[in-house]
């Protein structure tokens, strides 16, 4: 198993570009979810799916989009980037939520001028 | 979402079990208690969890207050490896991280 996997691993923006991050799972979890992680700091929940076909808000859902089309893929969408969503962005999965332990991808690192 | 508090830092010298704590005082009958690392710049790596009793896995040992308002991870025996920022989270599956503890483990 591949386990979660993120792409890209760097990108650059600039104001008002938009693009995707890419997150993919291979263990069949149902639970998936968006964090960012600004320096210093702890992570932040921004999305979270439940199943395929829902989707939830976390902490800081503003600027950000996602939908579960399938178990396997939850990617996240940035509408207009800005410079505060420069961030390291992770993506986790487990397998139903709850007690169970969450796995994160290697993360993709931001970067909006 | 329970709050948790962490000292900022810890240093622990190689070889000794380094002991950290985390006060949950608000937290409720139904969350658990979990703890993630973050080695550098990768992602989380879960430790353990806990509910009520204490808990004990290869990577280390959960002690829960009867009061569940606070709780320590212990790890028996620290390496350089284990440098870390530890995370105490409480829960459900939308986990919520805080700053952390910042350990250093000392030759």
């Known amino acids: 198993n591949a386990g979660v996997t993120q792409t890209p691993k760097f990108q650059v923006l600039k104001t008002g570009q938009s693009m995707t991050l890419q997150c993919a799972q291979d263990?069949?979890?149902?639970?998936m979810s968006w964090y960012r992680q600004d320096p210093g700091m702890g992570l932040r929940l921004i999305h979270y799916?439940?199943?395929?076909?829902?989707?939830d808000q976390g902490e800081v859902p503003n600027g950000y989009n996602v939908s579960r089309s399938t178990t396997e893929d939850f990617p996240l969408r940035l509408l207009s980037a800005a410079p505060s969503q420069t961030s390291v962005y992770f993506c986790?999965?487990?397998?139903?939520?709850?007690?169970?332990?969450?796995?994160f991808g290697p993360g993709t690192r931001l970067t909006v001028l | 979402d329970a709050k948790t508090t962490q000292p900022t830092s810890m240093d622990c010298a190689e070889g000794r079990a380094a002991n950290l704590p985390c006060n949950h005082s608000?937290?409720?009958?139904?969350?658990?208690v979990y703890w993630y690392r973050q080695i550098h710049s990768q992602g989380p790596q879960y430790i353990i969890h806990?509910?009520?009793n204490n808990e004990t896995n290869e990577m280390a040992s959960l002690i829960i207050t009867e009061d569940r308002k606070s709780s320590t991870l212990i790890l028996p025996h620290a390496t350089l490896r284990d440098t870390a920022v530890y995370y105490c989270?409480?829960?459900?599956?939308?986990?919520?991280f805080g700053a952390g503890t910042t350990v250093t483990v000392r030759a």
């Open positions: 806990g509910l009520k």
């Open positions: 799916s439940v199943g395929a076909g829902i989707t």
């Open positions: 608000t937290i409720s009958g139904n969350e658990y």
């Open positions: 989270i409480v829960g459900d599956y939308k986990l919520s």
């Open positions: 263990m069949n979890h149902e639970y």
């Open positions: 986790a999965s487990s397998p139903y939520g709850g007690a169970d332990t969450q796995y």
